[in-house]
């Protein structure tokens, strides 16, 4: 139906940026949303970054004003870039993207995760 690949973490020290990407292909006829979210060792996964169809977006308020979700609809792309790095961004981040198929269905679909680790 639809991949999704995410790529662009790594380690980095704070203070530091890094841009995550996750690209999708398949039968996609139009975006809903498209997310990251991330999941940090012991803690539930959270929300990061939200950008719907419609293009307003949503941040957690721990990433407001130094993490910025954009998509190239073209390209089937969303990126995350991330700025000012803390040690508490730490974690796997995760993309989301709900779509709708060709076949008019809902599906939606995440990436496996890329981690991201910010050292002191």
């Known amino acids: 139906q639809v991949q999704v690949v995410e790529s662009g973490g790594g380690l980095v020290q704070a203070g530091e940026s890094l841009r995550l990407s996750c690209s999708a292909s398949?039968?996609?006829?139009?975006?809903?949303?498209t997310g990251w979210y991330r999941q940090a060792p012991g803690k539930q996964r959270e929300l990061v970054a939200l950008?719907?169809?419609?293009?307003?977006?949503n941040y957690a308020d721990s990433v407001k004003g130094r993490f910025t979700i954009s998509r190239d609809n073209a390209k089937n792309t969303v990126y995350l870039q991330m700025d000012s790095l803390k040690p508490e961004d730490t974690g796997v981040y995760y993309c989301?993207?709900?779509?709708?198929?060709?076949?008019?269905?809902?599906?939606?679909?995440w990436g496996r995760g890329t981690q991201v680790t910010v050292s002191s």
């Open positions: 989301n993207w709900g779509v709708r198929l060709t076949t008019l269905r809902r599906y939606d679909v």
């Open positions: 398949g039968n996609i006829a139009s975006i809903i949303s």
């Open positions: 950008l719907p169809g419609g293009g307003i977006t």
